[in-house]
């Protein structure tokens, strides 16, 4: 089978990685990628937006599968594009149509949906700029530190926690009237602030059934300690150790089921991967936020952990038959350590040579590489998470240090990553 995934960041060359090892798979392309991913299938000069150039180059090179690595396709409708189209709706495509992508579309939406299925959640209220001043008064008397999200999609970075009532409805006014992250921020959800530990939890749904893939703890801060502004996303660690039976049995029970069976009752054909944002508040788990795809960098150490086929998981996504399979994971610890480009998350260099990506990493560890792109004169720089190195052993500890080992070799001009991933595990 020829199979096409799209995106390009590290997610996908994990992805890549996974589905071309698979017996399942022929030929593996991918829209755009990176300058890793040509290690794995063949890239192509695709947007992951522009679905009719998709439909075409599926119909010229007989593509079996398609894959969607990233939200943005989901929520804009590659699924039901697919659908719509006689020649194209026989293609299975992983991923959920526009209508279950709202889980990570819209911010209310996915408030409302945990509300209508008794899905434990933060307390939170709507506003937009037809209940602006409601939403001040509503902000004057709120416990503090209170979480301010933009509705929409806002590339990871539309969720401001604020200490203080001054810094909240400052950022609630340019949210709202100041357009600070354009569209998605025309509405905002005020939420309270859980304090906890954070974990991400992935279930892959075939609408009626589901698998729970390994969970990952991710770090977003960019530095070490958890200090400093938010990022995609600096490392990630698997299996998480406080996540255990007991634990991950009541987010079974009142989280997974729930969303999947809600979804079913809402006739939202949903085959695909959700990603639950989860926070141990005490014993118990609640949802801070869906995701219609795998998280970054998590899947790259959830991908090297599942012993399974991905491709055959795939195909009884589409043919709704995972009842009938249980996931494999090795029982190794796994980190990831992400290699940031210098001013990351502002503004950095692009266009940076990098050195070192030809060392024998061993049979242990794997540099995926995330924002590069390949050249004459070798790979360079071309995005603010670089690349990141996944690593096994049979602690955090000497995962991270196999991890930190690799990066030491590895070179461009202005690399930063945190030396502490999984700190609170060491």
Known sequence: MNILLLGSGGREHALAWKLAQSSHCSALYIAPGNAGTTQCGTNVDLSPLDFEGIGKF????????????????????????????????QIPVIGPS????????????????????????????????????????????????????????????????????????????????????GEASSKVVVEEFLSGIELSIFVLSDGKHFLTLP??????????????????????????????????????????????KG?????????????????????????????????DPETEVVMPRMKNDLVELFLAVAGQRLDGITIEPDERTCCTVVAVSGGYPGSYEKGLPISGLDQDTGADSLIFHAGTRGESNGILTSGGRVLCVSSF??????????????????YYE?????????????
């Open 98 to 181: 526009a209508s279950g992508a709202r889980l990570e579309g819209s911010k209310a939406f996915s408030k409302k949906f945990m509300e209508r299925h008794a899905i434990p959640t933060a307390v939170y209220r709507e506003f937009d700029s037809d209940n602006f001043a409601e939403g001040i008064a509503y902000l004057q008397q709120h416990p503090l530190p209170v979480v301010l999200k933009a509705d929409g999609l806002a590339a990871g970075k539309g969720v401001i926690i604020c200490q203080s009532t001054i810094e909240a409805i400052a950022e609630f006014e340019l949210m709202i009237q100041g357009s600070k992250f």
């Open 263 to 295: 979804l079913e009752e809402e006739n939202i054909d949903y085959r695909g991967f959700i990603f639950i944002g989860v926070i141990k508040v005490g014993e118990d788990p609640f949802v801070i936020e869906y995701n219609c795809r795998l998280g």
């Open 414 to 426: 202005g690399i930063y990553y945190r030396r502490d991933i999984g700190y609170e595990f060491l």
């Open 215 to 260: 969970e990952a703890k991710d770090y977003k801060r960019v530095g070490e300690g958890d200090k400093g502004p938010n990022t995609g996303g600096m490392g990630a660690v698997s299996p998480v150790p406080f996540a255990d039976a007991t634990f991950m049995d009541k987010v079974t029970q009142r989280i997974i089921i729930p969303t999947v």
């Open 58 to 89: 599926c119909g010229r090179e007989d593509i079996g599968m398609v894959v969607v690595g990233p939200e943005e396709p989901l929520v804009k409708g590659i699924v039901d594009f697919f659908q719509a189209d006689a020649g194209l709706r």
């Open 393 to 410: 052993a049979e602690t955090v500890y000497e995962a991270v240090d196999k991890s930190r080992d690799i990066l030491e070799k590895i």
